[in-house]
């Protein structure tokens, strides 16, 4: 029997095994880097071992301090959650060697399926249906679009759509180099690409000696930058013939290597010749794995835990129920080319009925972080995991775009608003939309929803009452109160990168708007403010976040969303100004590359510099043809966001002068 656990991994989901761990009477250890010391899983486990290192982002890939830390803390089974070391054979082998229990697959397995293009072999000689490998020498203009993946991982890192072939070699170096750095090897590979596939996936539980139990599939084709958003069980649309088909090839595919424990089979499935593809095995949870415990009732972390124990699997699956959907919040930027975005959670607060558990009907919330956390640049962006359960698809998706968007989510821009869209789309919701392509053929998701126009109004007033209520003299004088009424006070904010001006008056009277006769505030304090137009009642809920001295920002939430309203100070300090063409890093990350230099010329669109961020590879251009002046950006540099990294002055444009008088 098992009795504690270390979790070889971080946030999210070492939280979601302590759930379970605490659950069936089993103690918890936390490993943790000096950048996570803070986050709420370390606090929650019943140890917690410090990883040495000065790189946080390679802490949790260090298989010896792992071990040294269950030694220490008295683990004698270690889970390796996903990503980081969960598919490393090698590191499989070392916790069995230590003689501790691994909660996962024999190495033999991992090995197996860990090379995409060793593992694709070994599925068609099973009779698992595969799409055909290729190479950069083999390909042709027949083949075309290519899609070039990385053969030792996933999660979008290493992949690039190629739609001509003299692009093939620098989007295979690109991608070689991005899977390099995400999984310490850069082979990839090639494949053609189905322009509107479906990702759905199989979930397995094995027993090592063949059994295979099979819990219905997903589907997880709603994705940016070929990493997941949107998943959802079971995957609408199918028929029963193909669904089972995908569950018999899923079964197949465990049982060939024996598998034991759980993981996840994806195929890529063509709904227009309802004929599907492997495409991968993850020999590890899936991070969407809520889904599936939603709908079968099941826990797998409790089956991962009872066949690590040698216990036999059930008999029979449990008859799934309902249907739910999972969206994965991240902090990042879409119409910034999904910029990953860092700093302090200033709020986070979804309204939820069960953390990492759900009995019945309602929403689910999987989460590593809390309000007044940091995020940072060394790990993935996502923030949580919002999964909604009902008995229908559409109840499902019409619940979880509800408690999206009432969320309070402030201190970083988010892909809220693009969650929310996708789940009230209609291609989402009559299924016909639903594919890879879904945010290419659908950029209207980008577009951000209309906001609450009283929003800044309300931001403004609590601000007011925050500092009349703080004022160390005349504290019980109205806000904006003067004896002559002239000109109206100005509240200025910061969102969005966009400048806001709020005019209002204040008094004996209470607060009213400068520009609007229809609006009457009725309350007014730091936590709320009620507002009331053409006799119809708003509530906001506000809060004032301060800083060493004054207040920094002023969060609003109305019941169509909020927003983070920055204040803007009234004198600018002249060193945060920056010159005119400056190249700004968009977010905190590494130079890995610069292609120019002082002095170069350089045109519209240019590559000036290549960034990472949470192993992601971004490129700074230049925004218009001109020469370069400035460049600090060295590779190698770690950068924060808004840092100068290069200065581009426009070319000047001459009148032409052509048969003009001297």
């Known amino acids: 029997m098992i009795t504690r656990v270390l979790v070889a991994n971080r946030g999210e989901i070492a939280r979601r095994v302590f759930r379970t761990c605490r659950r069936l009477g089993i103690g918890c ?30 802490t949790y890939l260090r298989g010896d301090l792992i071990l040294e830390a269950a030694r220490r803390a008295g683990a004698d089974a270690i889970h390796p959650g996903y990503g980081f070391l969960s598919e490393n054979a090698d590191f499989a082998r070392q916790v069995a060697e230590a003689g501790l229990v691994w909660i996962g697959p024999a190495p033999e397995s991992i090995e197996k399926m860990g090379s995409k293009i060793e593992s694709k072999k070994l599925m068609e000689a099973a009779g698992v249906p595969v799409l055909g490998n290729l190479t950069p020498d083999t390909a042709s203009e027949d083949d075309l679009p290519l899609l070039v993946k990385a053969s030792a991982g996933g999660g979008g890192r290493g992949m690039r759509i190629v739609r001509s072939l003299a692009d093939l070699p620098g989007e295979v170096e690109k991608a070689s180099a991005e899977a390099a750095s995400a999984f310490g090897d850069g082979t990839v590979f090639v494949e053609p690409y189905v322009e509107r596939g479906r990702h759905v996936e199989v979930q397995v539980v094995g027993d090592g000696a063949g059994e295979v139990l099979v819990l219905g599939e997903r589907d997880c084709s709603l994705q940016r930058r070929h990493q997941k958003v949107v998943e959802e069980s079971p995957a609408p649309g199918l028929t029963d013939d193909v669904a089972s088909a995908l569950h018999e090839a899923a079964r197949a595919a465990a049982a060939a290597i024996d598998y034991r424990g759980a993981g996840t089979v994806e195929f890529l499935y063509d709904a227009d010749t309802q004929r599907f593809y492997f495409l991968e095995m993850n020999t590890r949870l899936q991070v969407e794995h809520p889904v599936t415990e939603a709908v079968h009732g099941v826990d797998l972390v409790e089956l991962q835990l009872a066949v690590a124990e040698g216990a036999p699997l059930p008999e029979s699956a449990p008859h799934p129920a309902g249907h739910a959907i999972e969206v994965r919040l991240y902090a990042e930027d879409p119409a910034a080319d999904y910029a990953p975005q860092t700093g302090r959670l200033l709020e986070l607060e979804i309204q939820h009925d069960d953390v990492f558990a759900l009995e019945g009907h309602g929403i689910r919330l999987d989460t590593g972080f809390e309000t007044g956390d940091e995020v940072g640049t060394f790990y993935d962006a996502m923030l949580a ?24 989510i402030h201190g970083l821009v988010t892909n809220r608003d693009q969650l929310v869209a996708s789940l009230r789309h209609p291609g989402f919701l009559d299924v016909t939309g639903v594919s890879t392509a879904f945010y290419e053929e659908h950029p209207e998701t980008l577009v951000a929803a209309p906001e609450d126009d009283l929003i800044p109004l309300a931001g403004a007033v609590a601000l007011a009452e925050h500092r009349r209520r703080g004022a160390r003299v005349q504290s019980r004088i109205p806000a904006g109160f003067r004896n002559v009424v002239a000109a109206p006070q100005t509240t200025r904010f910061e969102r969005g990168g966009e400048e806001i001006a709020v005019a209002w008056y204040g008094g004996r009277d209470g607060y009213r708007p400068a520009d609007r006769e229809d609006v009457q505030v009725v309350e007014a304090s730091p936590s709320e403010v009620v507002v009331e137009v053409d006799g119809v009642v708003r509530r906001y ?56 230099g002082v002095g170069d010329e350089v045109a519209e669109g240019q590559p000036i510099v290549v960034m990472e961020a949470m192993k992601m590879q971004h490129t700074v251009a230049a925004p218009y043809a001109g020469t370069v002046t400035e460049l600090p950006a060295a590779a190698g540099q770690q950068v924060e966001a808004g840092t100068v990294l290069a200065v581009v002055e426009a070319d000047s444009v001459e009148a032409d002068s052509e048969g003009e008088e001297e």
């Open 385 to 408: 995991k919002v999964i909604a359960w009902a008995p229908t698809r559409a109840a499902a998706a019409r619940t979880l775009a509800r408690t999206l968007e009432t969320a309070r």
């Open 541 to 596: 809920a506000t809060r004032v976040v301060c800083g060493a001295a004054t207040a920094e920002a002023v969060l609003v939430d109305g019941a169509r969303g909020g927003a983070t309203l920055r204040v803007v100070p009234r004198f600018v300090d002249p060193a945060d100004q920056v010159a005119a063409g400056s190249l700004l890093a968009p977010m905190p990350g590494t130079v890995i590359a610069v292609h120019a």
């Open 29 to 58: 250890v936390a490993v943790h880097s000096d950048a996570d010391a803070g986050l709420p899983f370390v606090a929650e486990a019943d140890a917690a071992v410090r990883l040495p290192g000065n790189a946080p982002a390679e």
